[in-house]
């Protein structure tokens, strides 16, 4: 499993403090919680405030101290700064979660009708639907040949764009329909369902989350710098991030090598950690999961890794 790799690499240990950037159902929360034990501090950080809700539930009876924020990762240096904490361990496992995939009325999955919202946090400035409404054809084409690497994104682009003409798209289902009919007979042919990579596309770019993840892997580089002075990360600390799609693995893989070369840090993993088959047949969204982890400044890792992925 890949929760099991990146634990044993993050390897945290009595006493620390680890950050789980994207708290989610609070399953990788939990497992920190438990190996940091009762004199370490735990900061949890999710954008939804009922994946926060669902990790306090986690957290009920640990003993250490827990802390849970509301915001997103890309603040999350000030966020230590500000409590005068610095991290031993942060791991980042991007995307969405089960609970919000199985929320119809979140939006994310297209096998449940409901509101085309997508937004992690609810309070976000965009949804799906609003994009959907405002963008260009050219944009809605560039966004989901980019975002979403899909084939056919100029015939969708088209189809969403007449098909707006006569009423809006605001629905999960009213989406599914449109990309079918994009894809025609080829939906048949296609080994995912048609509306894969525009459902993901869409998800990206409400929630900026190329952005959000340069941003953090920016801070991770600043804070390599600031160790041992004032930083938010401690010296040695390690950082792991789960990444779903090839443009946030290329992000995650060009920070690592820039902290290595940069004299800040040593890449745990040359080569990402992808998941086993087991993984992968008992959740299908593993099959695109790769684990990248670095340590920061100090003493080279004991732990010699044997990168199992591609
Ligand atoms: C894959 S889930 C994490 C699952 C979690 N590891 C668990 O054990 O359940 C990703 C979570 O990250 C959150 N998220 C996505 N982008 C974020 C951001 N920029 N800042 C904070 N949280 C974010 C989502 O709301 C979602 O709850």
Redesign the pocket.
Known sequence: MLLEEALGLLDPRPGEVAV??????????AALARAIGPDGRLIS????PQ?LASTAQHMQGWAGQFVSIR????RVAQHLVQRQLRADVVLA?????SG?MHEAGRGFSFRTDGPLDMR?DPDGPVTAADLLRSCTEEELADLIRRYGEEPLAPKIARKLVQTRKDQPIQTTAQLVQVVQEAYGRRARKSRLHPATRTFMALRIAV?D?LA?LEALMDQVIDGAAKVGEGGWLNSGARVAVISFHSLEDRIVKRAFVRLAEGGLGTRLTKRPITAGADEVAANPRARSAKLRVATVGGPKPMMKVAPTGS
């Open positions: 789980d950037c994207t708290a989610g159902s609070g399953g990788h929360s950080i999710d954008l939804d994946s915001d997103s990762f890309v496992d991007l995307g969405f979660s919000q992690y929630n989350e959000a």
